[in-house]
Nanobody
Framework: QVQLVESGGGLVQAGGSLRLSCTASGRTFGRYAMGWFRQTPGKEREFVAAISWIGGRTFYSDSVKGRFTISKDNAKRVLYLQMNSLKPEDTAVYFC?????????????????WGQGTQVTVSS
């Protein structure tokens, strides 16, 4: 089992920044990718960004490309999401997830372990 715990969410004004963290514990998939998804009420969970655990290959959704940066600290087993130039439409609960694939993907079904989520609210 893998346990994932997100932190760093909060309330920020449009144009501001936040950094989310996700700490992994338990048996970790050392060769596999991890990602961030987000969800708003009544909508499906949406892919945000992913990174391979080895090599650091990244993949972003078009809606966040150029504004968000995913990164990791392998030694600390922490995944990050730096969010800049935030917009009200970025408001959502953000989830960290661990994949079963080495390649970072946007496929929800590739991610088998999930955190509990952290709320990000961007005011206009």
């Amino acid at each position: 089992q893998v346990q994932l715990v997100e932190s760093g969410g909060g309330l920020v004004q449009a144009g501001g920044s936040l950094r989310l963290s996700c700490t992994a514990s338990g048996r970790t998939f050392g060769r596999y990718a991890m990602g961030w998804f987000r969800q708003t009420p009544g909508k499906e969970r949406e892919f945000v960004a992913a990174i391979s655990w080895i090599g650091g290959r990244t993949f972003y959704s078009d809606s966040v490309k150029g504004r968000f940066t995913i990164s990791k600290d392998n030694a600390k087993r922490v995944l990050y999401l730096q969010m800049n130039s935030l917009k009200p439409e970025d408001t959502a609960v953000y989830f960290c997830a661990a994949s079963i694939t080495a390649k970072p993907t946007a496929e929800y079904s590739d991610y088998v372990f999930w955190g509990q989520g952290t709320q990000v609210t961007v005011s206009s």
